[in-house]
């Protein structure tokens, strides 16, 4: 099963931005779908964006226009480019990879302050 390793949490003020990256230890080109989930605390984890082996892509609404999801299949490696943070978006985030199963990474924290 392909390990995934998420970095690029952290804190940062309401309005700014952080990336996250999702490396892969393997061929991220044959997954069919890699996405990012977040777990704020308390509730259900939840979708944020996931883009398909043909690039499609998918944004919960809360994030549109604000958070892009990219892949760089050369180094394995998937970003959520997230701008404009609110605190509501403070949550563990996840990494996964879907192909028949979920694959999940360990997660990075991200805490936006008001």
């Known amino acids: 099963q392909v390990q995934l390793v998420e970095s690029g949490g952290g804190l940062v003020q309401s309005g700014g931005s952080l990336r996250l990256s999702c490396a892969a230890s393997e061929n991220i080109g044959v997954i069919s779908v890699m996405a990012w989930f977040r777990q704020p605390p308390g509730k259900r984890r939840e979708v944020v964006a996931s883009m398909s082996n043909d690039d499609r892509t998918f944004y919960e609404d809360s994030v549109k226009g604000r958070f892009t999801i990219s892949r760089d299949n050369a180094n394995n490696t998937v970003y959520l480019q997230m701008n404009s943070l609110k605190p509501e978006d403070t949550a563990v985030y996840y990494c996964?990879?879907?192909?028949?199963?979920?694959?999940w990474g360990q997660g990075t924290r991200v805490t936006v302050s008001s």
């Open positions: 996964a990879a879907i192909q028949g199963g979920i694959a």
